[in-house]
């Protein structure tokens, strides 16, 4: 169309812009609410666990088909696909420790089944999961902290003794019993969810939870002396040479031993009892 | 046809029932039972199939992946396993046999939802509606593609009716019967095909596939047309009947060799005059009229 107005009208090309311009239109609109919509998608409710070994959830969801194999190769029902309306994005597996937690099968059939890798087949060794991470969430519940025998958490745990060790402390209350305090370690803790379920509390005082919500984590420029320490085989500042007390002259601290040691020479101006200095004539 | 009536009336009459509707039966039986393939394993325990149209696994050894799925995977940029490519390449290599959208008419389980919207649209003889592009889908189609390589994520299946309504079949539907009403209202009262023929992404992409598909419907015998429009009226995407049927004088051939022909063979089903029948797409010469067939037009009822 090389003409203008009237001349270069072409109705059928007309019809083709104006039909791709609604149609940009009508997709922009519909990928701009999917986007928001898929950042929501994204934020998994506390309680949701995933499958062993799957893929953070940002790249699990870009990686999961959804297309329930490890569901049906769960021999213990305990992964389920999101449905329409649950708060899990569409399609994708998921449990709930409390209801059914993983049994930490040593085969690890649902990363088998996987057919994308949204489930690491490079997980082998079912320990090495971490599905997420058991914690203490309230001590004023749980009744190993009220100085009762419990331990079903420490019983039931896969990692028996290192997931969950029992800790003995002081029962301040009765002055002469223990108390048996369940502690969490993050080294073993394969985030299965029998603790949660076996919990004998209406309300679990232990819940496994993302790894991103438990683990604190110091500045990366913050070092532990006594590790870096034991780590290096020595110390690393001040090599234990004997430290210097800054003393005042005629003076000498003797370091577990003695103490404090005065060693005033004979002539010195001044008495014994420092006193008689600050109480003379003058002044200083 | 006449004004008022459902297509393929002659053919019922001519006949009867049942040879006038042996693609649609065939098509019926072959989704219902895919379905049940999939559905004996969580019902009675019996494992043929497991999985979903997504990706699945049947008797432990055939692997078959949604290639569309797989390439979704891929813009987000994860490398998935050996298998997932080996299933989509099945099923890539099968339709490319069969016919691509053969996909949307004889497995999809949403085609039996808008199939029932369009039934009763033309029971309730609805007519108009909304105006859509039938190539909003191509865009639709790109939004798909692209969507996973901007946000990392398969965001079209947050949504995607197809895989949402065959998954929730088989793992519980929550509130995706939802969705499936939605669709069919919008089939029903909105526009007319709107999702099967105008919209929907996976249609799409097989639709691709149907470029370059193997088995095809022909026009073999388009010179006994009668012009009774029937055909017209079953067809789902009925743009891609005429250059078959109507171009002899344009050196076309009898095949119908568009892509987003979905091989549902409701044509075969309702024409009184035997012009379709499925043949492959090499099969498609121009073959000159004979004397007879270009008159029976003239004294068909």
């Known amino acids: 169309m090389s003409g203008r107005g009237d001349k270069g009208f072409d109705p059928a090309r007309r019809r ?19 986007g928001a919509w898929q950042r929501q998608a994204r934020a998994l409710p506390a309680t949701a666990l995933r499958p062993p070994g799957a893929l953070d959830e940002e790249a699990f969801q870009g ?35 409390r209801k059914v937690p993983c049994e930490m099968c040593e085969d690890i059939p649902c990363v088998t089944a996987c057919p994308t890798g949204a ?20 001590q004023e519940a749980c009744i190993a902290f009220q100085g ?93 040479a004997p430290h210097q007390y800054n003393l005042p002259e005629g003076m000498r601290y003797d370091y577990e031993g003695e103490g404090l040691i005065r060693e005033q020479p004979a002539d010195s101006p001044f008495s014994d009892n420092p006193l008689d200095t600050l109480n003379r004539k003058g002044g200083l | 046809m006449k004004a008022g009536e459902m297509p393929g009336l002659t ?26 393939l999939f559905l004996v394993g969580p019902w009675f325990g019996w494992w043929i199939v497991k999985g979903n149209l997504s990706s699945s696994l049947t008797l432990d050894v055939l692997p078959l992946t949604d290639p569309l799925l797989l390439l979704q995977v891929l813009m987000s940029g994860h490398l998935p396993e050996t298998i997932a490519f080996a299933g989509a390449l099945i099923v890539l290599v099968f339709y490319l046999l069969v016919g691509g959208r053969v ?23 609805l007519k108009g509606g909304a105006s859509l592009s039938r190539r909003l889908r191509w865009w639709m189609l790109g939004l798909v593609l692209l969507m996973p390589a901007v946000t990392g994520a398969l965001t079209w299946e947050l949504i995607n009716p197809v895989s ?81 049927l109507k171009g002899e004088a344009k050196g076309h051939g009898p095949v119908i060799d568009a892509g987003l022909c979905t091989n549902c063979g409701r044509c075969i089903d309702v024409c009184a005059r035997d012009v379709f029948r499925f043949t492959q797409r090499f099969d498609n010469h121009v073959r000159p009229a004979t004397a007879g067939s270009t008159h029976q037009s003239e004294v068909s009822p």
């Not at chain 1, 329930?68 to 399609?91: H, N, S, W």
């Not at chain 1, 690491?120 to 991470?133: E, N, V």
């Not at chain 2, 004889?106 to 649209?121: F, G, I, K, S």
Request: net charge positive; with cysteine.
């Open chain 1, 63 to 97: 990686a999961c088909i959804r297309c329930g194999l490890c569901v049906r190769d769960c021999p213990y029902d305990t992964l389920k696909l999101a449905k329409f309306g649950d708060p899990v994005a569409l399609g994708t597996p998921w449990f709930e420790a």
């Open chain 2, 11 to 36: 053919v019922r009459r001519e006949k009867g029932w049942l040879a006038a509707n042996r693609w649609l039966l065939a098509r019926r039986f072959t989704q219902l039972a895919i379905l049940l």
């Open chain 1, 16 to 34: 083709l812009l104006t039909e791709g311009l609604r149609s940009a239109a009508g997709v922009a609109l519909v990928a701009t609410v999917l």
């Open chain 2, 103 to 125: 996909y949307c008419s004889w497995v999809c389980p949403v085609n039996m939802v808008t199939d029932a919207a369009e039934w009763l649209r033309m029971r309730l003889g």
């Open chain 1, 148 to 240: 009762l025998r419990c331990e079903v958490c420490y019983n039931v745990c896969p990692v028996r003794g290192k997931a969950i060790t029992l800790e003995l402390q002081h029962n301040r209350r009765s002055g002469k019993h223990a108390r048996f305090i369940p502690v969490v370690h993050s080294s073993d803790c394969t985030g299965c969810g029998k603790c949660e379920e076996a919990c004998i509390l209406e309300e679990a005082a232990i819940k496994v939870l993302p790894i991103r919500l438990v683990k604190g984590m110091l500045g990366r420029h913050y070092r532990l002396g006594w590790k870096e320490k034991e780590k290096a085989g020595g110390a690393l500042v001040t090599p234990d």
């Open chain 1, 119 to 138: 489930l690491d087949h490079s997980l082998a060794d079912i320990t090495q999961a971490r599905m997420g991470l058991a914690l203490i969430t309230d």
């Open chain 2, 164 to 244: 949402m309504m065959h998954r929730g079949l088989i793992f519980g539907m929550g509130l995706a019967w939802a969705v499936v009403l939605g669709i069919f209202l919008l089939d029903l009262l909105i526009a007319r095909r709107a999702w099967c023929g105008h919209l929907c992404p996976v249609g799409a992409f097989y639709g691709l596939l149907g470029r370059w598909s193997l088995l095809r419907v022909s026009a073999v015998n388009r010179a006994a047309c009668d012009d009774c429009m029937d055909c017209f009226a079953v067809c789902p995407e009925k743009q891609v009947i005429a250059p078959a």
